[in-house]
């Protein structure tokens, strides 16, 4: 490359950083505290707006001067809102659950008087003799942050924050290198991409820039359709830049003009976050024409796409952003072949892309140090389910399952045992304890039966029952299948029917074989990934769980107590404490009646097994049980209609 | 140019650009297919019957998205090839009303002739039958739809579009509600079709059917 080239992009760049610095200054005054507010969906989600409030009509009510940032989330979802607060003489300390009352409360007594509230803090941000660090617990120290390094630490509508952290530094870098080279560097960093497939993502760029052609695309996968998945959401709101500088620096390297970002319109505030960061990285000239004094061009705009689940199908997507039908196209084509208006087009997710600064920044080997030799870097997951704390955990690949859900995630509450844990989204598979010592990687995951997928991670605990599992995925999966092929249009249904039949007591022995086998042919004989993988949930829950469809075929029982017309509510009179009327309110259908010594008995031909009353029950007596199958209750004759009725209800 | 390649230890020529499939049924060798028209660009690949086995590739694939290569060899007829074929015959039948008799497409329905292929009985055990409460969809002026009998092949959307550079009929609805539509249009003036009725030509099944008697 032209040298002149590289000295006026290193110039651009180093006029851009002397300005975020006096930007910083100007914004930072050491005497004054900084109040972080997390403020991305999960924390508005969670009361951050009325908690933003209460910190400045009280900091305006005491006359106390402070700054207080939205910054993005920081993956501790189940603390919302948090907060961090950066006092003058203190270390920043990160606080949970902040009300708007804790909020009056943190200004009068730490911000006024000093005394930071020990009872409400999480951890301090910074090592130090006063509080302890937050990297001493497991849940940070475990973390390995990359890609969300970031964010919850940065505002994410402010461009100069970024370049403070030596943003757009590898873009800079990346302007007067060689394309090729650029690509050896993604390539032997190892790393595949997070959408799902795990597809080598320097070998993807590769391919798309040996196509000829000079019209070419990028396009940014932000649609994010699996249930429970936040990932993508969040790192778009709480760090775009991040994302554009991956965006920029993929397009320079395959040789595009064009960036789209395919976002689902449901992610308002990523919309509006996204659409901001572009506009100030143009008005930078970080986007846009002669981007930092080069000579190459890049314009990325965002698409709207209304969240049908197969739109975030790579070829699906392109029709969707043509105005098409979102349905998935026969590969080959691959896109880096034949993409967006027949061009070749590069595909990538959010997370993939996001992940391209820092691998330039610090080098492929560094990048590849990090997590399995197969697998390098970070794998980002929402745990959720049940676990004690729910939310976005960035780990090194090769953890193992049992780290991540009981070290990092606190494990299981109420002390209930482990079941089973469903990975990779809706069709991803369920694994059982014996997996638990899986290590978290593309290929471990996928020979368990289970994949990495998007990175969606559901625990479930003792009182849940796999078959209504599988129903319950393949409910999702058959409504979002878009009615294309053959397997996935009809075969869905017919799995779907089978699993509703099995849930309700009405499914026979040979309903096994059935599942099993069109659960095959639909993942061998489908067009696109939808279909390929929405059997998962069957055949993984059919191979580790089989006992549990037997026992609902052939006996008739639900093991777990959930498929309702498998199971009876009763109460145990040995436990039931005479008078006590807890339970009869409760019960929606009045089915609940006193017995002759005033216990409770109920109705079975009025339950609709709500499990209302099993919640009433104080936990002292703990009288209400489930049964399954539902003849195993015992009968408890109602009496006839005698006065102790009225006077219990009044009572 | 032409490519030679070797179709169940056949060796057979085909013009280069061709799809396996085509090359196949052009060379005699027969090979179920339901959605694939010479005529298409871009096949749909949607009903997954076409299904070969091709060296170095992993598992079936559809025949009529692949473009011959010299050398290429092909299995037509292998157990995973026909376990996938039939069962999405029996998909198909799953969703079909079969009454031959009174249908027009007797003895020319691609699905008996499947049927008698792939030895599976039109009426196959094991899935239940799920029949659309709507026998017949007529709305429109000229056309009678018959969604028990579709298969959503697409076809007739495909020659309608090619025939009249802008469809008159299209896909409706998702996933297992798929269907043909008509767009409503009601207006007989606004609509081609008396003298076209090129769908109802091309429909394998007869899902789609002249009017008696048009208002
Ligand atoms: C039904 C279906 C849904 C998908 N949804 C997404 C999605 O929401 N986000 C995504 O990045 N990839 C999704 N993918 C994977 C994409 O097709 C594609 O592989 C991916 O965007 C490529 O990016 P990567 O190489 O960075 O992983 C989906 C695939 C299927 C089959
Ligand atoms: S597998 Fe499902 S979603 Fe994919 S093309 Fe077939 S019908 Fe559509
Ligand atoms: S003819 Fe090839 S998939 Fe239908």
Redesign the interface.
Known sequence: MNPTDKDKIDLAYQRLREKAQKHAESAQRPDIAKIYIGMATCGLASGALETRHAFEETLAERNIEAVIRPVGCIGHCYAEPLVIIDRPEFPPILYHQVTPGKARMLVKSFLENGDPLFEHVLGAMEENDLIPWVMDFPRFNQEKKIVTALCGKIDPEEIYDYINENGYSALAASLYMDPNELITIIETSGLRGRGGAGFLTGKKWGLARSVEGSEKFVICNADEGDPGAYMDRTILESNPHQLLEGMAICSYAVGANKGIIYVRAEYPLAVKTVKRAIEQATDLGLLGKSILGSSYDLEISIFEGSGAFVCGEETALIQSIEGKRGMPQNRPPYPVQKGLLGRPTVINNVKTLSAVPSILEHGPEWYKEIGTVKSPGTAIFSVVGDVIHAGLVEIPMGVSLRTLIFDICGGIPNKKQFKAVQIGGPSGGCLPSDFLDTPIDFDSLTEAGAMMGSGGMVVMDEDTCMVDVARYFLDFTQKESCGKCTFCRIGTRHLLNILERMTKGEGNPEDLDVLEELSQDVKMGSLCGLGKTAPNPILTSLRYFRDEYEAHVKEKRCPACVCRKLTAYYIDLDKCARGCDACVGSCPVEAIFTTKDRKKGIDQSLCVKCGECMAACPPEYAAVRKVSPPEKAPIIERPEKSENDGQDHSG | MMVKIIVDNQEIEAEEGTTVLKACLDNGIYVPNLCFLESMT????????C?VEIEGEK??I?SC?IEVREGMVIRTETA?VR??QR??LR??L??HEVDCAACPANKKCELQRLSKFLKVGLKPK???L?LKEAKRDDEHPFLDYHPNRC??CGKCVHVCQTTHGRPFLT?A??????TISTFGEKDATKIPCPTCMACVEICPVAALTVKTDPQ
């Open positions: 871009n096949p749909p690949a949607s009903c997954r019957m299904l598992g079936p559809p998205t995973p376990r996938l069962s999405a998909l198909l799953s969703v094991g899935f239940e799920l298969i959503v896909f609805k998702r996933g297992f509600n798929t």
